[in-house]
């Protein structure tokens, strides 16, 4: 079992905004990463570290953290949206884990 | 531009082994600490093991140990991840991951996966 706990699915209306949540003790200490999914295809980074986008991530997507709790917020969410998305840091030993994921369906 | 290029699908039967390959180019494997992934069908991400580059040792998730091992060809650019012991709980997705850009626990750079399947 993760040590990351993610809600397993959240949906949000078209243009809305959603946060979707990832907790774990390890959160106190580290930041958590936030990758986007979708079918049949990798995993895509959206956020790392503070609040950070990789190049070419559209600015509606944010990061925050507070306590043992990482949230990934989506401003305005787009149809394109819809996807799974991981949440992943360190466990209680150092080592890197995933949390279980979320689905998000934009209605 | 880096970029990940794993071999293609197995199938392979239960108690034989694997090996996947992912060849990096736009950098040389030195540069980078190489980590695996794997995604049963249907399920999350699961990370299996990685390059430490604060201990200079490759890392293996506890639920893998003794079965799995990591290694690079830094002649060819390719890494390797073997695992070993296969059982039907073993299908999934396998995908190399590594950072070149992000820093912490981040993973910036992806393989196109590759499908192992073990059946009888």
């Known amino acids: 079992s993760s040590e990351l706990t993610q809600d397993p699915a959240v949906s949000v209306a078209l243009g809305q905004t959603v946060r979707i949540t990832c907790q774990g003790d390890s959160l106190r200490s580290y930041y958590a990463s936030w990758y986007q999914q979708k079918p049949g295809q990798a995993p895509v980074l959206v956020i790392y570290?503070?609040?950070n986008r990789p190049s070419g991530i559209p600015d509606r997507f944010s990061g925050s953290s507070s306590g043992n709790t990482a949230s990934l917020t989506i401003t305005g969410a787009q149809a394109e949206d819809e996807a799974d998305y991981y949440c992943n840091s360190r466990d209680s030993s150092g080592t890197v884990v995933f949390g279980g994921g979320t689905k998000l369906t934009v209605l | 531009q880096v970029q990940l290029v794993q071999s293609g699908a197995e199938v392979k039967k239960p108690g034989a082994s694997v090996k996947v390959s992912c060849k990096v180019s736009g950098y040389t494997l030195t540069e980078l600490s190489m980590h695996w992934v794997r995604q049963a069908p249907g399920k999350g991400l699961e990370w299996m093991g990685g390059?430490?580059?604060?201990?200079?040792?490759?890392i293996y998730a506890q639920k893998f140990q003794g079965r799995v091992t990591m290694t690079e060809d830094t002649s060819t650019d390719t890494a390797y991840m073997e695992l070993s012991s296969l059982r039907s709980e073993d299908t999934a997705v396998y995908y190399c991951?590594?950072?070149?850009?992000?820093?912490?626990?981040?993973?910036?750079?992806w393989g196109q996966g590759t499908l192992v399947t073990v059946s009888s």
């Open positions: 991951a590594t950072r070149v850009y992000c820093g912490g626990d981040c993973f910036d750079y």
């Open positions: 570290g503070k609040n």
């Open positions: 390059f430490d580059p604060e201990d200079g040792e490759t």
